[in-house]
């Protein structure tokens, strides 16, 4: 039988340095530093000792519980496991799945709340060190179905960065001693949906995006001192969207995406380049690129225009495409109703994947956006609804539902679901892959599963 924290392995050798970026596929002996991996695209090389069964007894090494509410993902540097929580004293309000008005809120601002970050030993779940950054009534609602630990931390392997992102960045070094904290001015939200877009690492800079009602921003600060390095103002309202690095043949760049416009800046904050692509009402997949293309998708469930774009190395200026334009010089490829509403899509042996939130599972072409299927139910019975982002290894790819189960896909051109795996209760983080191991929070927990 399986008990909690209990650990039959110990991970050797010596991690590798990390890479913000990388078009390859990730491989599974990397560490897992930021929201959705290396490459915030999770398509892992084989490993036949990842596991592709499980249950809440099944291929369970261990299981932690997490008080509180939060559903940033695990992030992994050496043994050491972080993520955060948000707790209040009280009957406060539950997160809930499916989809719903969403003008109902669970406010709870009468309510002191703690605001908790995690350090958690990776071969055992033992909780290696925790900190409470915060306590206090909270300033800013939220979406009943999010929490106030949304955003997902980011480590370099020195200093590991946690973002509330109508609080507080905070950083401190891997043995939880508080090494800066930048406190931020909370704005007024579309909806009082509140924040959700995730801290980047690149070079000497953590670089955040807080897109809202009043003063949108990107910043970068350093991340030795927490020194504001630059600012840059936006012209937009509403994006949950975790800024990507891309590193191409050409340059580096940061790529954001916002209801307004997509744009691209250098690493200083100044534009380089941007598209109006009509994107969504709400952006919250994150751009990510694969084989020399990024990849830009927003696909809110009510609108009728929800693109994915294609976009080449190098551009400059105002690329957006004339009407009825499928391609240009830098959009490689254009689809204007295949964007996801809350799931990031996937980029896996050529082939562009995506889960839309009631799980219709599409597959295109990922180099010239040609359709191979669409709308094919990957829940054969039951409800489900998605919001984590699908990951890929070991030619199978796995989308989690907000129910807990995870539904695997067999990798190809034929749309084939093979099986589900349950945990049995509300999941919305994305997983993290190292090693042999499969990290996966759920609404009350953190399970480790591997082949036992």
């Keep these: 039988m ?36 290396p490459a915030m695209n999770p398509a892992l090389e084989d490993n036949p000792n990842l596991p592709d069964t499980w249950s809440t007894t099944e ?16 992030v992994v540097w050496g043994n050491k496991v972080f993520l955060t929580t948000v707790d209040a004293a009280g009957n406060f309000e539950q997160p809930k799945d499916g989809l719903y008005n969403a003008r109902v809120f669970g406010r709870s601002l009468d ?28 300033v800013v609602s939220r979406h009943p179905k999010s929490t106030y630990a949304s955003e997902t931390p980011t ?14 960045l905070y950083c401190f070094d891997m043995e939880g001693n508080a090494v800066w904290t930048h406190e931020i001015q909370p704005f007024k939200t579309r909806g009082d949906y509140g924040a959700a877009a995730s801290p980047v690492l690149y070079d000497d800079k953590v670089i955040m995006v807080y897109d809202n009602l009043e003063s949108s921003y990107i910043a970068a600060y350093n991340k030795v001192t927490g020194e504001e ?16 690095i891309w590193e191409n043949d050409l340059r580096t760049e940061i790529v954001t995406m916002g209801d307004n416009r997509t744009r691209s800046y250098d690493l200083n904050g100044n534009l380089i380049w941007e598209l109006d692509g009509r994107n969504s009402y709400v952006c919250i997949p994150s751009p990510f690129a694969s084989d020399g293309l990024l990849y830009l998708d927003s696909g809110y469930v009510g609108d009728k225009h929800r693109p994915v774009y294609a976009i080449r190395p190098g551009a400059n200026g105002d690329i957006t495409m004339a009407e009825g334009q499928t391609s240009s010089e830098f959009v490689a490829w254009y689809q204007p109703e295949a964007g996801n509403y809350n799931a990031s899509p996937l980029v896996y042996r050529g082939l562009y994947y995506c889960v839309r939130d009631r799980g219709g599972f599409e597959c295109y072409d990922a180099k010239t956006g040609e359709p191979v299927y669409s709308q094919k139910k990957i829940v054969d019975k039951g409800r489900a609804s998605f919001t984590s982002s699908p990951w890929a290894y070991n030619g199978k790819v796995f989308s989690l539902s907000e129910q807990g189960n995870t539904y695997v896909v067999e990798a190809g051109r034929d749309f084939k679901l093979l099986h589900q795996n349950s945990l049995g209760e509300m999941s919305m983080a994305c997983p993290a892959i190292v090693g042999d191991r499969l990290l996966i929070r759920t609404v009350s927990k953190l399970y480790s599963i591997k082949k036992m």
């Design 2 to 37: 399986i008990t909690e924290k209990t650990s039959r392995w110990f991970v050797a050798g010596m991690c590798v340095l990390f890479a913000v970026m990388v078009v390859s596929p990730a491989s599974a002996e990397d560490t897992w530093p930021q929201f959705r991996g």
């Design 59 to 74: 291929n369970v090494e261990w299981v932690t519980d997490i008080p509180g509410l939060g559903w940033s993902s695990p």
């Design 111 to 138: 309510l002191e709340h703690g605001w908790i970050v995690y350090c958690l030993a990776l071969d055992s779940g033992e909780v290696l060190w925790k900190k409470q950054v915060l306590t206090e009534k909270p």
């Design 155 to 168: 480590t370099d392997g020195e200093r590991v960065y946690f973002l509330f992102g109508d609080v507080g």
């Design 229 to 244: 390095m630059w600012r840059t103002a936006r012209d937009e309202t509403m994006s949950f969207a975790t800024p990507y």
